[in-house]
């Protein structure tokens, strides 16, 4: 699908929701699409969809929809087996076919890591490769960075998912601070043979959209297709 761009994690936590924002506050700043869909693949207990909900509700030329969600905080098929209910994965895809057709442009963020599981037989990996979506990789800045990186390139890599770049996520001033220390970006890119599309710095204050679009303003948003 190649007006989309699915935002993946090498984990929960590490930054898929600000990253998602950021590109987001990039858009509605300049405009680049005349309308943008985004859709979160699932959501288990609550987050995601009440934060975007509220931060870009008024916003007209942005449509955003969450197709299942689950009350427990738990993965999916335990979030949904608590609740009795099953995984319709055709509801996600008919919802992600409505958005493509209405907008320009849709960004999907996933849930957990490229590794979660989505069912009892699939994972996030799984959606990427099977619905061919163009992924990027967001990685905390942290101490094992190196080794999530190669090993979630490593299974994209075997899935065929076409993996974009991955950006880097600071989660506290102290991860910025030693971002070359913990995630040096020519040493990851000569591993993985993947390039770093940009760092997001730690971030206090999600609603400043003048600080995130001078943040996008610096990743290589033409290899996401966002430029």
Known sequence: MGNSLFIVGTNTDVGKTVVTTTLIAYQ???????????????QTGTG???????TFASQESIEIITP???????????AAELEKKTI???????????????HNFVLIEGIGGLGSPVTHELTVANIASEWRLPSILVCAVELGAISQIVANVALARS????????????????????????????LIESLTQIPILGTLPHIQDLEDHDRL?????SWDLEIMGLN
């Open 48 to 54: 995601d969809h009440e934060f975007y909900t509220k």
């Open 88 to 102: 319709d994965l055709g509801v996600v895809w008919q919802n992600l076919c409505q958005l493509q057709a209405k």
């Open 159 to 186: 899935m065929n998912i076409d993996l974009r770049g991955i950006i880097l996520s600071c989660t506290s001033l102290e991860q910025e601070q030693q971002q070359e220390n913990l995630a040096p970006k020519l």
């Open 28 to 42: 509605q700043k300049y405009q680049i699409f005349s309308s943008l869909g985004l859709l979160k693949l699932m």
């Open 213 to 217: 679009v001078e943040i996008a303003s």
């Open 68 to 78: 299942l969600k689950f009350a427990a905080p738990l993965a999916p098929p335990i």
